[in-house]
């Protein structure tokens, strides 16, 4: 079943959500962004959606709606657009409640969250993303289960209270994870070093991690408790008091673990 369907934001996710509803036969009616040439950006991207910066879609051809704004625009805009009777409004945050849309001018609701990192420019393979659905309707959600489906067979029924729960874990490995890959680099470029030679060890950490499990894959100072060597770090990181201190914390928190 193919669906027509607007997009309501212009950043990451709508960057690549439009292309990949597209790539699996949907057709990308709308884009709203707060100035056309933001939504002209994903339009562009798309066969034949037009780009607005206004949010009366009263006479808008979609059968669904989907917010791809950061959370803390959806209550407002989810508040202001003026939707066709019969339509689907649905939002892709991973912390963001279902009732959020309760006063919308939606006939039906949902999630349509897809629990993956997005940056223009970068390809994602959306068969490979999990989509975390949710709706208060039976027939909104099977609706909703067939456009996850059209993009990615990992489809999920997940309930807001379990989703913010994966979300929070989301950001401890994604997030997380990659600002200390940040300081990292940071260590090496003071100290005139290429970070290349950081990168197997990067590639062997993720991929043992995965396959034997954290706890089980955790190495270093703080899983030794060599107290000598994490004071001797601690000293050498104190050009920076915050990485310092992430560097102690983290450090306990391995220890106490």
């Known amino acids: 079943m193919k669906f027509k369907i607007a997009i309501l934001g212009a950043g990451n996710v709508a960057w690549h959500l439009a292309s990949a509803l597209e790539d699996a036969g949907h057709t990308i009616t709308e884009v709203y962004a707060r100035s056309l040439k933001s939504a002209g950006h994903i339009t562009d991207r798309v066969y034949a959606g037009e780009p607005k910066d206004d949010l009366d879609f009263s006479t808008s051809e979609a059968d669904i709606f989907i917010l791809a704004v950061k959370d803390s625009a959806i209550p407002e805009v989810a508040d202001e657009v003026i939707l066709p009777e019969n339509s689907i409004l649905v939002h892709t945050s991973g912390s963001v409640p279902l009732d959020i849309l309760n006063y ?48 990615s067979p990992l489809t999920y029924t997940v309930r807001s209270k379990d989703r913010k729960a994966m979300h929070i874990a989301a950001v401890f490995a994604s997030n997380f994870s990659n600002h ?72 306990q928190d391995i220890i106490d673990g």
Do not use: C, W
């Open 180 to 251: 200390m890959i940040r300081i990292a680099e940071e260590v090496m470029r003071r100290q005139g070093l290429d970070f290349e030679m950081l990168k197997p060890l990067i590639i062997e950490t993720i991929s043992k991690s995965l396959q034997l499990g954290a706890k089980a894959a955790q190495t270093g100072p703080a899983y030794r408790e060599d107290y000598e060597t994490l004071e001797d770090h601690h000293r050498f990181l104190s050009y920076n008091e915050s990485v310092a201190e992430i560097y102690r914390l983290i450090s």
């Open 104 to 151: 919308s001018s939606a006939s039906y609701t949902g999630i349509f969250y897809p629990l993956q990192s997005f940056t223009k420019g970068r390809k994602i393979e959306f068969d490979e993303v999990p989509l975390l659905l949710e709706s208060d309707d039976e027939e909104t959600l099977q609706t909703l289960k067939k456009l996850a489906k059209s993009l």
